[in-house]
Every structure is written in C-alpha cells, then in structure tokens.
C-alpha cells in the first residue's frame, strides 16, 4: 500500500512564503511607480523661491490637462509695482517667444533707479505643427532680475488651446488659505545673503537653465525607473508562479521522494 508522500505535508510554507514575497515586491514596484510621477497640475513657476536683488531663473511648467486638445500659447503677466528691469527667455524648439513694454505712469524709483517702461508680459506661441498634446507638459525658463524687495511676486498666466479654450490662471489664495481652481504662479523672494551681489546671482540663475532645460528627461528617467522596478515585480511573481504550479504537477504525479515506498 502507498502512503501520502511526506512532503506534502510542508509543501504549503514555501508556496505561502513564494505568495508574501511576490505580493511585497509587487506593491513595492506600484509605490514606487506611483512616486516617479510628476506631482504638478497647475501652471506653477519653478523654483518656488529666489532672492530678493539677484538674479534668478524662473521656469513655467505648463501642463496639458484637456483630453482632447493641445496648448499653443502661454501668456505671462510680469508685475509692473515692482518692474523687473531684465527680462530674457531662451530659444524652445517649435515655439517663439516675444515680450511687451509698458510705460509706468508714475514711474517706479528702486534701489536708486527711475523707471519708466518695464516688460509687462512674455508670450509664448507654438509654431505650426507643434503644441503640448494632452498628457503632456512644457518647461518654459525666463531669467529674471534684479527681483524686487518684497516677499513675493505673482506671476499671472493665461494658457491657450488649439481648440479656442483659454485658462487663465490668475487667482489668489483662498482666504482660508487653500488653494483655488486656478492658482497663479507666484514666486517668493528672500532677503538677500551677507556678502551677496547681483552679478554673481546673475551667473548663477544663467547657469540653472541647465537644469531647467533637463527637467522633462529627469521626469522621464523617474518614469522609467518606476516602471523598471513594476517590471521587475511583476516578473518575480510569474518566476512564483511557475514554482508553484511545478510543486503541483510533482504532487499530483507522484514523483515526490516517498512515492516509490510501500508500508
């Protein structure tokens, strides 16, 4: 008579053990994933702070947030109670950049100046063909300076679409403090540093741009990355898988190491 192959009886730990590492490492790959992504959905000016006196690039990151139309064009409005006296964008493939001046009536005196013009807005416009696609988004870096010395500045920005919608994202905080629907970009300004000039913040914002420009391949590295680790999850519970169903198929042939014996 054959008797119940004694290894059956332990064969469940290592399936349980195979099941609590394919899940562990399966939902690590998802957290991971989920925390590459880019945590934006506004218009929203980047860095979020610069120093006040120095010179600084400031990049708008726009989003496509419609499903079935692009953005062509992205409008921002400069402050013009605290003029920003030098304005400079940099070339974006398949799109053109221009800028506005506006006189200041009355003209602004600071840290000694008169001013009487100032640029009041940047416009950027797509070229023929090309536009932010829905799921998609766009860095556009301005340098800036000298900043004005004041805490912050707000910077109000009107996104266009190809099919005739406009988004103006334009608004304050609520006065709870919340954020509204349409926040506008602002960027907060820092008392300057002992020892600080504006040249050399100058050289220091002219050579972020570097950063700024790497943005999206830096997004899409972390993209990746996550998918990689999901991949590779993923790929770990198939190998469990596949030790399972042999441990089965051995049971259910009764090739086990007792399965010759008789009592």
Sequence with gaps: MSRTPLFRSGAARPRRAALRIGTVVTAAGIVALVGAAPAFAHVTAQPGTAQQGGYAVVTFR??????????IGLTVTLPTDHPISSVRTTPIAGWTATTT??????PVTDDGRTITKTTGSITWTATAGNKIAPGQYLDFPVSLGPMPHVPEITLPAKQTYDDGT????????????SEPDHPAPSVTLTPAAAGGDAHSGMAMAMGSTDTAATGATDTTARWLGGAGLLVGALGLGVGGGAVLRTRRSGAASGSGPDSGKES
């Excluded at 726009?62 to 953005?71: F, H, I, L």
């Excluded at 001046?101 to 009355?106: I, R, Y």
């Excluded at 103006?168 to 709870?176: F, G, I, L, M």
């Design 101 to 106: 001046t506006v006189p200041l009536n009355p």
């Design 62 to 71: 726009v989003p496509n947030e419609e499903d079935t139309a692009g953005t």
């Design 166 to 177: 406009v988004v103006n994202w334009n608004q304050p905080p609520n006065a709870d403090g």
